[in-house]
């Protein structure tokens, strides 16, 4: 499956993008499907819910230095929190500031949940789902064309995905807290390229087992020498 141009959002769908300059791309990710992009220092993309409870699995590199990767680590370090929330910065396994989340009509946003594979799908929900498309398929679609491979794909965020934590440590994956044309929208603070896969998953909640559409919105946002400014404030 690939992205489609040709299906739009209802009005109110995306309204966080409005925020953020003029559009400068629109494309609706087909269920099951992958998208990627490469974003500019300040470019804004906003990331759509379109129609509701679909987790949207997510990488995101240096586009000049791929080697300088999104770590979840790092990023939870920096921030003293499992949960992406508004103002949120995603760093690299360097540290350094990759997005901002400049907006989220959605409370949190999960990094702890992983990417659905073969591997996992038949460790947790049993052998007959070994040949079911997953996450881990989507993004080594997306990565062999910025000639990137499994050695290059690492944790990734699950946006609109809710991953309960028990006080005991545990982890659930349960229904999702988002609604349709509910979104988050992301600062490129330096040069990044964004790999999504519009998650495929059929076995728990988090999609509601029925996965659904989610639209990208490349916004012109600020300056790169604004950007740059902020990054480092």
């Known amino acids: 499956m690939t992205a489609t141009t040709t299906r739009t959002t209802t009005p ?5 993008a409005s925020r953020f300059g003029p559009e400068l791309r629109r494309e609706t990710v087909a269920p099951l499907a992958p998208w990627s992009a490469v974003l500019t220092a300040g470019q804004v ?37 499992v949960y992406l929330t508004a103002g949120s910065v995603l760093r690299s396994n360097e540290h350094d500031p990759l997005l901002t989340v400049v907006g989220t009509d959605v409370e949190r946003h999960d990094t702890l949940g992983g990417a659905c594979s073969k591997e996992s799908n038949t460790l947790r929900y049993g052998h007959h789902t070994w040949s079911q498309h997953g996450c881990a398929d989507n993004f080594l679609t997306e990565l062999s064309k910025y000639g990137l491979g499994k050695r290059d794909q690492v944790s990734n965020v699950n946006w609109f995905m809710n991953v309960p934590v028990d006080p005991d440590g545990a982890l659930g994956i349960v229904d999702g807290i988002s609604a349709p044309g509910l979104s988050v929208s992301l600062r490129a603070e330096r040069d ?19 996965p659904s559409r989610a639209e990208m919105i490349v916004s012109a946002g600020t300056s790169v020498a604004t950007a740059g400014q902020e990054a480092r404030a």
Do not use: K
């Open 12 to 16: 109110a769908a995306g309204a966080l």
């Open 45 to 81: 993309l906003t990331i759509v819910d379109v129609d509701g409870n679909q987790a949207v699995d997510f990488l995101v590199y240096d586009a000049v230095d791929t080697a300088r990767a999104y770590s979840a680590q790092a990023t939870l370090q920096g921030q003293d929190s």
């Open 192 to 210: 990044v390229l964004v790999v999504v896969s519009n998650c495929p998953q059929i076995n728990n909640p988090c999609n509601g087992f029925d």
